[in-house]
């Protein structure tokens, strides 16, 4: 990016209007935006209530599992999430195989986890689908905004 906005042909910084948006900005991404941007203005948005925290409507849990044991564990918490769906849609008249778990994100350390995790939850029966940087923004936005269009649940 930084050669294509180098390039003479391209309008100099004082010339141009370049917007950056993320949803975080690591050190590296915070120099090159000092090096293509002018310094006219930023905008943070954060939780008005709690800023740097999560939204309240965000449940987050956090339980302590031996390395080895994490995805058994994400599976556990999944099924478990999935049998109690599944008393309530048939307490409500409804038919219970059409209960699933809740949309889920489970962060990993490492990008290559991602598929791991996926593909272990889709081995034991649980729609999942990774989304990592090696996806391309349409990519990650179909996932997101359409479920994979496979209606996976992450």
């Known amino acids: 990016m930084l050669s294509l906005l180098l390039k003479r042909s391209f309008p100099p910084v004082a010339e141009r209007?370049?917007?950056?948006f993320s949803a975080t900005f690591s050190e590296n991404v915070k120099q090159l935006a000092d090096t293509i941007m002018r310094l006219d203005q930023t905008v943070t948005?954060?939780?008005k209530k709690s800023s740097g925290q999560a939204s309240s409507r965000v449940l987050q849990k956090f339980i302590e599992v031996?390395?080895?044991d994490k995805n058994n564990k994400i599976h556990e918490?999944?099924?478990a999430e999935l049998t109690k769906e599944k008393e309530t849609v048939k307490?409500?008249?409804?038919?219970p195989d059409e209960a699933h778990v809740r949309h889920t994100l489970v962060f990993t350390q490492q990008k290559r986890t991602t598929d791991l995790v996926a593909g272990y939850l889709s081995s034991k029966g649980?729609?999942?689908t990774s989304i990592n940087g090696d996806r391309t923004t349409v990519g990650?936005?179909?996932c997101l905004g359409g479920h994979c269009d496979i209606d996976a649940y992450y």
């Open 126 to 128: 649980i729609m999942a």
């Open 77 to 79: 918490i999944l099924e």
């Open 91 to 95: 307490a409500a008249g409804g038919n």
């Open 17 to 20: 209007q370049t917007l950056l």
């Open 45 to 47: 948005v954060t939780n």
């Open 66 to 68: 031996q390395t080895g």
């Open 140 to 142: 990650r936005r179909i």
